[in-house]
């Protein structure tokens, strides 16, 4: 299967292929055809997916068919997340190299000069985070009465960070005619019942998630009592071997006082949540890139679609309830081909260890330092 055999046109084949993209991945296969179609589509997908290019070439070659002489937006896409609307941007841009079709993205903070230069000149694609964008609203800086086609990316992130009520609102501006596109990583009831007030007879995509992760990725467990994980932790990362960690806590309260008990033993660290202001959590992960900092402490929401390349070292310092969380987790340390996870498990996380155990097919080692007493 190629991507010409979707039936994309030749600009977006070339720009894709140049890319290094070789052929589609499942979700492209799955959706594209429904939404060259015009259908709404709902769509179950996993980070890594290749579920941005599985809706962002699609829109490109609706909105290269028709092109009627307009300086209104045609496509708008929410996302939660400063970064994510900056790496939906980058990947518009990529695949849109050989058409004539224009994108901006708004977030947090001043609205450029050159920004309204754009918006007063025309923009076929606004990427935005639903509270800044109903801010530009309201300084009449932005019209989505022309809005042909709306997509919600990262839906289930969007709804925990609070922005129902703001997408609520947006989808009031928007003509009921649009086609939508509904995405998120995990599907649960509210999520959907989100997704259906909004979608008409849409497609139903589900790519099933990896069950086993990358081979190459050196797993282990680390059986400890609750109270001494961030011993264990501090111990571990006396290895000056291990340049920078990923390190997965479930909370944001738990993130900040991990953050605080490392620094204490003069390990530079930094959290990244939903309590933090984008800047600060831009500046963590710009910190961290540049090995300012070594250890970023994340909580699995404030972690997705976060790109940090040449990352070696995932730990697990609290068990997911959900296994496939801990797949999406540990794939950030298989993309260098060499990577450890380490997953710390104690009295009460037992049961979360068996389930993730059932889901990637083996039973992890048990590190060395098993214990911290």
Not at 65 to 84: F, S
Not at 226 to 246: A, Y
Not at 302 to 317: H, T
Request: proline letters at 4%; aromatic letters at 6%; one cysteine or more.
């Amino acid at each position: 299967m190629s991507f010409k055999n979707l039936n994309l046109i030749n600009p977006i084949v070339r720009a894709v292929t140049e890319a290094g993209y070789s052929k589609p991945t499942e979700i492209q296969y799955m959706a594209v055809p429904h939404i060259l179609a015009g259908r709404d589509v709902i769509g179950y997908a996993q980070t890594g997916s290749g579920k941005t290019a599985a809706f962002a070439m699609p829109i490109l070659q609706l909105l290269k068919r028709n092109t009627p002489d307009h300086k209104e937006i045609r496509t708008l896409i929410l996302t939660p997340t400063r970064e994510l609307v900056l790496q939906l941007e980058e990947s518009f841009k990529v695949y849109s190299k050989y058409l004539p079709l224009s994108q901006l993205s708004i977030f947090g903070g001043v609205l450029s000069g050159s920004q309204l230069a754009a918006l007063r000149k025309r923009v076929d694609i606004l990427i935005a985070t639903p509270e800044r964008l109903l801010n530009l609203v309201s300084q009449r800086h932005i019209d989505l009465s022309k809005i042909e086609i709306l997509v919600l990316d990262e839906a289930d992130r969007m709804l925990d960070m609070g922005f129902a009520d703001d997408v609520k609102k947006i989808l009031k501006l928007i003509s009921q005619k649009r086609q939508t596109l509904f995405f998120s990583a995990t599907m649960p009831s509210d999520v959907r019942k989100f997704g259906d007030s909004m979608l008409n007879n849409p497609a139903e995509i589900t790519v099933d998630s990896v069950s086993s992760p990358v081979q190459t990725i050196n797993q282990s467990v680390y059986f400890v009592e609750k109270t001494k994980k961030t011993d264990l932790l501090i111990n571990i990362l006396q290895d000056v071997s291990i340049l920078r960690s990923l390190v997965f806590t479930r909370t944001k309260q738990g993130a900040d006082k991990l953050v605080k008990q490392l620094e204490r033993t003069g390990i530079f660290a930094a959290a990244i949540h939903g309590n933090k202001s984008q800047t600060a959590r831009q500046q963590a992960v710009e910190d961290f890139k540049n090995s300012k900092i070594r250890v970023l402490v994340a909580t699995d929401i404030a972690a997705r679609g976060i790109d940090i390349e040449e990352l070696p070292y995932v730990v697990n310092y609290e068990l997911p309830d959900v296994p496939e969380t801990y797949i999406h987790r540990i794939k950030r340390a298989g993309r260098t081909g060499k990577g450890t996870a380490v997953s710390f498990c104690d009295e009460g996380e037992r049961s979360d260890l068996t389930n993730i155990q059932k889901l990637i097919g083996f039973i992890m080692p048990v590190g060395k330092l098993q214990y911290i007493h």
